[in-house]
């Protein structure tokens, strides 16, 4: 028989941990699959990890990964995905906004074949306004940067074995489920599900580490930053050509441009396209340097 083995990365979650266990594994026996639950405890600062160890004390199938500190939500899900041992692994979030009733329907498509399921968010649940324009322009970014269509995309997927392996074998250090569960391929297929409401506790992301998520996740995926500073050098270029023949023309025939305002138009307009060209190549070589220091993803504290 199969094994299902359920990632669910954790941070901060007391609140509604015990709750997604109970609703899990009720969902998972009533069906008759066997089943693993792991919960990943990105670094919580509260009783998180009590409520794991609490679970496992019940239930035999509850797992606990235990990080050293907060990785981010990234980092745990892959240290889920190397700690499941199941034929398939799915991945949803701790709050309950992934249905389970989703998850079932993604295992039966599991069995008829399907190596990779994705979640697709039919609606966005309930949002904060700010909330919801940060994601929106993050996601508009993202899905113009990466080529991969990202406004619908969520973490809440299932994958098979294979899928999973292929996942593990990818050493980047900043590692990027959505994006890199898109590039594996395998023989795929989509589940639109309605997000739900939060069961309890808030969201864990604040505008601030989405917009910092946001520039990883582009530099991670894309070079077209660089392009837009190649861009910009060739518009200054051929201004310079139009303005270098004007004021050479203007020279010979004994009437030279004026006054400094020029100059300095041009030396501040020159200057800042320059210095944000810098920033940009700045960015991508503290992107490589992250990686050739070859740190791991994640440091684990403690197991269950
Ligand atoms: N999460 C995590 N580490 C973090 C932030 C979030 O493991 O640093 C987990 C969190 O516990 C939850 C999931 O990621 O299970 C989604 O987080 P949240 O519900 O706060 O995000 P939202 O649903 O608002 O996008
Ligand atoms: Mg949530």
């Known amino acids: 028989m199969s094994l299902l083995s359920v990632v669910i990365p954790s941070f901060n979650e007391e609140a509604v941990l015990p709750r997604t266990v109970q609703v899990l594994s009720e969902l998972l026996k009533n069906e008759n699959i ?10 919580s600062r509260d009783a998180t990890w009590e409520k794991i160890l609490n679970a496992h004390a019940k239930d035999e199938n509850v797992h606990g990964v235990h ?12 240290a889920g995905l190397s700690a499941a041992k199941g034929d398939c692994a799915a991945v949803m979030d701790c709050d309950l906004q992934h249905p389970p009733a989703a998850l079932l329907q993604m295992y039966r498509l599991w069995e008829q074949g ?14 904060s306004g700010s909330h919801r324009a940060a994601t929106g322009i993050f996601y508009r970014i993202m899905s113009k940067a990466t080529g991969i269509d990202m ?10 074995r294979r899928a999973v392996d292929s996942l593990l074998d990818m050493p980047e250090h900043s590692a990027f489920f959505r994006a890199m569960s898109f590039w594996i391929g395998f023989n795929r297929t989509q589940l639109e599900y309605d997000v739900m409401e939060r069961e309890a506790g808030s969201s864990k992301w604040s505008t601030w580490s989405l917009i910092r998520y946001a520039l990883n996740n582009i530099a991670g995926y894309s070079a077209m930053p660089m392009q837009l500073v190649t861009g910009a050098g060739v518009v ?34 020159i200057g800042s396209i320059i210095m944000i060209s810098l920033g940009i190549t700045g960015y991508y070589i503290a992107r490589i340097y992250e990686e050739v220091k070859r740190r791991p993803r994640y440091i684990i504290s403690r197991t269950v």
């Open 151 to 160: 406004s619908r995309a969520s973490d809440f997927k299932l994958l098979d």
């Open 34 to 43: 066997s089943y693993e639950l792991i919960f990943v405890d990105d670094g």
């Open 114 to 127: 399907y190596e990779v399921v994705e979640g697709v968010k039919r609606s966005r649940g309930q949002e």
């Open 67 to 78: 990080f050293s500190r907060n990785f981010g939500k990234e980092a745990a899900i892959f």
């Open 236 to 269: 200054v270029f051929l201004l310079a050509i139009v303005l270098g023949i004007q004021t050479l023309a203007r020279y010979f025939s004994g009437h030279a441009v004026e006054g400094f305002t020029t100059v300095i138009l041009l030396i501040l307009m």
